[in-house]
């Protein structure tokens, strides 16, 4: 059964400072692995998609890495900004023929101005 | 906006009560899930919906009941619900492709329905 861990759980930073959170995943036999936001009281945005035969998304801010081998995911977020305050969620798809996605708890960051 | 809808945004009832969560998605998708989100818990997923034929039961009690009337809604009927089923329900849409030629399947999330059981 996959399971994903997301460290830290919460992290307080200044502003314009460059941040790295970290994934985890169990079982390397992933289909893809995505980064989402969550602000609060609001549903997921999706930033960003990594698929398994990828090692790195950008966007903008924001860098997504993937090493699958060891199970591991990271999002870089330079600059930060306090609008980039809110919780950032992991998720892989395992495969299958649903598109079944296992979340982390998430990492609530809070840029402060 | 992310296209999908869910309505009431809050609710609040007792454990008798029966009630309905009401998601929309204008976005022309053929897939629809219901994902249960409580405090402390990752994101779980409760049902999944393709072309209006649940695929995806993901051991959820019977006290939750879904249904799929058209690709465009989707409901989560609650009854005898209890205290612990408090959370933030969110619905979400993708297209619904298959998996051959690789294709991936992004998930568009509404805002949730935060439910609170008394």
């Known amino acids: 059964k996959q399971e994903v861990t997301q460290i830290p759980a919460a992290l307080s930073v200044p502003e314009g400072e460059n941040l790295v959170l970290n994934c985890s995943f169990t079982?390397?036999?992933?289909?893809?692995l995505q980064w989402f936001r969550q602000d609060p009281g609001k549903g997921l945005t999706s930033l960003l998609l990594?698929?398994?035969?990828?090692r790195e998304q950008t966007s903008g801010r924001l860098n997504a890495s993937l090493d699958k081998s060891s199970g591991r995911s990271t999002l870089y977020i330079a600059a930060s900004q306090p609008g980039d305050s809110a919780t950032y969620l992991c998720?892989?798809?395992?495969?299958?023929?649903?598109?079944?996605?296992?979340f982390g708890k998430g990492t609530l960051l809070t840029v402060n101005p | 906006e992310t296209g999908v809808t869910q309505t009431p945004r809050h609710l609040v009832m007792g454990m008798t009560n029966k009630k309905s969560l009401k998601c929309e998605q204008h976005?022309?998708?053929?897939?629809m899930y219901w994902y249960k989100q409580s405090a402390k818990k990752p994101l779980e997923l409760m049902f999944v919906?393709?072309?209006?034929?649940?695929?995806e039961n993901n051991s959820v009690p019977s006290r939750f009941s879904p249904e799929c009337p058209n690709s465009s809604h989707l409901f989560l009927h609650l009854h005898t619900l209890q205290p612990e089923d408090s959370a933030l329900y969110l619905c979400?849409?993708?297209?619904?492709?298959?998996?051959?030629?690789?294709?991936?399947?992004?998930?568009?999330f509404g805002p949730g329905t935060r439910l609170t059981v008394l």
């Open positions: 979400a849409s993708s297209r619904g492709v298959g998996r051959r030629g690789g294709g991936t399947d992004t998930q568009y």
């Open positions: 079982d390397s036999a992933i289909y893809n």
């Open positions: 990594i698929q398994s035969s990828q």
């Open positions: 998720a892989v798809d395992s495969g299958g023929s649903n598109y079944k996605l296992t």
């Open positions: 976005l022309g998708h053929n897939a």
């Open positions: 919906y393709n072309f209006k034929e649940q695929t």
